[in-house]
């Protein structure tokens, strides 16, 4: 059949702008069809429904849909499932990369809020770059502590100042007497 209709299916393709494989030709009306010589025929006969444009083809996203779901979940990831090493899967630089840029980024936050001055910035800076610091709490938890130490270490420096200028004080009374 295709081989005696070529041109009609040719000139059919054309009409309905699509292939030649989605021209369907009534085989029941193939005498009508094999008079159809030009576009203007051919329109008449799409227009009767002797010739028409197949459907598109189903091609279904749902099982692909369900087992990215799972994917999410975790499933089908073990070990029997994985092609390249740990470090091809997900990059140790990558990573690192991801760790510095978030703990720079909270330093530089807590500098311009002014949770740490300068001096204190620089040293924890120069700790993180040498991979003292795990995550961001595990810093958060440092400066904490480090703030504590510095303003118990402050508040006995000023006791200390405190006392000495009193007993100088009582020194100089006692000089007086």
């Not at 009508?32 to 025929?41: F, L």
């Not at 799409?46 to 028409?52: N, Q, Y």
């Not at 958060?140 to 006791?159: F, G, P, T, V, W």
Request: aromatic residues 6%; proline residues 1%.
């Amino acid at each position: 059949m295709s081989s005696t209709f070529r041109a009609q299916k040719r000139l059919a393709a054309e009409v309905l702008k699509c292939g030649k494989n989605k021209v369907w030709l009534d085989p029941n009306e193939i005498g009508e069809i094999s008079q159809a010589n030009s576009r203007q025929n051919i329109r008449k006969l799409v227009k009767d429904g002797l010739i028409i444009k197949k459907p598109h083809k189903v091609h279904s996203r749902a099982r692909c849909r369900k087992f990215q779901e799972a994917r999410r979940k975790g499933r089908h990831m073990g070990l029997g499932k994985r092609k390249g090493t740990a470090n091809a899967r997900m990059s140790e630089k990558d990573m690192w990369i991801k760790r510095m840029r978030v703990l720079r980024n909270m330093l530089k936050k807590y500098r311009e809020a002014k949770k740490i001055d300068r001096h204190l910035y620089h040293t924890l800076y120069l700790k993180v770059k040498g991979n003292c610091f795990k995550n961001k709490r595990v810093l958060m938890e440092y400066i904490h502590k480090k703030k504590a130490d510095n303003a118990r270490s402050k508040m006995l420096h000023d006791q200390a100042e405190a006392k000495r200028a009193q007993a100088k004080e009582a020194r100089k009374r006692r000089n007086e007497r």
